[in-house]
Structure formats: C-alpha cells, structure tokens
C-alpha cells in the first residue's frame, strides 16, 4: 500500500474493464552462493520456494550493483513480507467487486447509462468468456490488468471510460510502481516478456524494480525506517517532510509534512514553498532561488543548497536546539481497498518491525 500507488486511481486501475548509500563498491564482495544461502535463511519459515526467492533476489543486487548486506537483505524482505508475504502476485479480497464499482463511479461520472455499461462488459473477450465474467473472477492486479488491456481495445465503452490509461498502478511482489518500471527499465536484466507492466507482475520484475526503488538511490537517514516511508510516499518524503518541519518551525506558519516541497507540474507556489518564500528576507534568499532550490528535493543534493542549511539554522536558532533532519511523513493512505485509516507512518513502522525481526534471525 503506497500513496505513490494512486491506490484511487490504482482501483481506478482495478477498475477497469544505518543505512546510507547502498552502494559500496569497496566493500568485499561476496560470493554468490554465500549471499542466496545467507536470503535463504533469512526468508521468513513459511515462505515456499525459498531458493527461487533467493535467486531473483541476488540477481536484482548483483544486476544493479547493490551490495548485500545483512542491513540490504532485511529491508527487503521486510518490505516484500509487508506487501505480499512473499506471493509473486498476491490477490486482493473483493477484487472484482471492487472493480465494477469504480468501473460504475466512471460511467456516472461521464454520464454513461448503467445499462450500457452491462451491456459492454457483456461482449465476448479473447479468452471466450464475457468481460464481467472475467472482472467477477479477478482475483489479482495481474488479472486486472489484462482485462484492461484487453477491454480498452474492443469495447467502445472501453475507450471511453479510460482513455489510453491503464489504471493498474502497481504490481508484483514488493507492490513497485509500474511508472516507476517503465522509467528506469533501460538496465533491466532480463529480456522482456511482451511490457515492462507485464514483468513488473512476475517474480523477477517485480523484485528487481521493487529493490531498485527501496536502495537505488543515495541517502544520508541513519534508520532504515525512513527509507521504509520513502517506498511508500516517494523518494527523500521523510527528509523532505523534515524540511518542512523546520520551516513551519521558523515561519510560524502551520504545514502539512506530506514530502511535497513544490507543486509538480505547476508554476505556482504551493504551501511550502509559499511558507519558505515569508523568510527570504532573513535567509538572504530570492523567490527564484528559493524555488529552483526546492526543485533539488527528489536528490540528494538538496541536503547541500544554501536554502536546506540556512532553513535548519534559522529553525534551530529559534527552537534553541536540534531538529530532525528525517521525519515519518503524516500521509493517510487512499484506497478502495482500505476499510480503516492507515498511513505512511503505520506502513513504515510495520515493515521495520519485520525488519528487527529478520536482523535477530540474522543474529545482528
């Protein structure tokens, strides 16, 4: 479950018809069969085909030039536990039902007849049996997504309804963004089964697009924890939420610590960059700057501008002591598929909970 998901939109989709940079390559490396044997241990009591696991789960480390720490290893399990309990493609109880309820949302929404919609999800599809036969019986994201391909291009309805969009937003084992696959596919190991999408939804893809989006990328949190809200929320969410803290903090002016610094797509200044704009004057800083400063905040070197250490010393002046530089941040999950109020703070700290639990296996 991850707000990135658009779990909304996702079912929109369902719809349809310490631990820095991970990269140390100065580390010693590891032999191969060392670190399957060392996943294969670790790998909850339960979970079937452990060596299969620990085959695409070296591969996607090796791939990606990851090193396989006892640290690495855990996070990744926790988080795949977290999201699936170790199943490729984990179904989704009501899928079906589910589906056509937002199917029907969308037909309102465009001024569709219900009946007409039956009507559509009545035609034939390739595999003999009618559309809402096949939408009764999805039972995973995987299954979904293959009506919706199939439907987008055969009912008129279809069409309609969801335009070229396929609102299946995530899949596979580790739950990853399939926007996020299809973006950074270009080093993918493997050759491709027909679409990225597709692979995202077997074991294989699915780990490796899911470990490149917990590691691939460099941070200065000295708990695993943050890098946990960060598969959820975004990349750099909980530094970024920390910023905004210490923003409020100085401006007086109350934020929402959501990891958002400014509005993607949008010229305009959103809240945080409206907030961090109030104390330009005593940062010595331009509107200009302030914004092309806060665009640096999905990378690491935003941690560097003058913007990030001035806001924290102006912060830190007025509190009169430290402030956080990573912080859960206070996201509610949305999903059609969540029936009570879970956050990005609860899914954090669950997956650390597994995580402490298969360092004691570790023995760490």
């Known amino acids: 479950m991850r707000v990135q998901r658009v779990f909304t939109s996702t079912l929109a989709l369902l719809a349809l018809a310490g631990c820095a940079t991970q990269r140390t390559p100065q580390e010693p490396e590891r032999p191969a069969a060392e670190v399957k044997a060392q996943i294969v241990q670790l790998l909850p009591a339960t979970t079937k085909d ?22 690495n290893l855990c996070s990744v399990l926790a988080v795949t536990e977290q999201e699936s309990t170790f199943q490729s493609d984990p179904a989704v109880p009501g899928l079906g039902k589910i589906a056509r309820d937002e199917i029907d949302r969308r037909a309102a929404k465009v001024h569709i007849p219900g009946l007409l919609v039956s009507a559509a999800l009545q035609v034939r599809s390739p595999t003999g049996k009618s559309y809402s036969e096949r939408l009764s019986a999805a039972r995973s994201e995987k299954e979904l997504s293959a009506i919706f391909d199939d439907f987008i291009g055969m009912v008129p309805l279809g069409q309609t309804l969801f335009g070229g969009f396929n609102p299946v937003h995530t899949g596979g084992p580790m739950q990853v963004s399939i926007a996020f696959a299809e973006q950074h596919g270009q080093d993918y190991p493997y050759a491709v089964d027909g679409s990225v999408r ?20 460099p941070v200065s949190y000295r708990e695993p924890l943050y890098r946990f809200a960060d598969f959820n929320a975004g990349w750099y969410a909980s530094r970024n939420a920390a910023f905004q803290n210490a923003v409020s903090r100085a401006s007086g002016i109350r934020l929402a610590v959501d990891g958002d610094l400014i509005s993607h797509g949008s010229i305009m200044p959103g809240s945080t960059e409206l907030a961090t704009r109030t104390l330009g004057k005593s940062l010595g800083l331009r509107n200009p700057t302030i914004r092309s400063q806060l665009e640096k905040g999905d990378s690491l070197d935003f941690e560097q501008t003058e913007l990030y250490e001035k806001v924290f ?17 206070g996201i509610v999950l949305q999903s059609p598929k969540i029936t009570r109020k879970l956050t990005t703070a609860w899914f954090a700290k669950r997956v650390d909970e597994r995580y402490q639990r298969c360092m004691k296996r570790a023995g760490s």
Request: aromatic residues 12%.
């Open 50 to 71: 452990r060596q299969g696991w620990a085959a695409d789960i070296y591969a996607a480390f090796a791939a990606q030039k990851l090193s396989p720490t006892t640290q």
């Open 198 to 217: 597709r692979e995202v939804f077997s074991r294989r893809g699915g780990m490796y697009f899911g470990i490149a989006h917990l590691l691939g990328y």
């Open 313 to 329: 010393a102006l912060a830190e002046r007025a509190e009169g002591k430290a402030l956080p530089r990573a912080l859960l941040p």
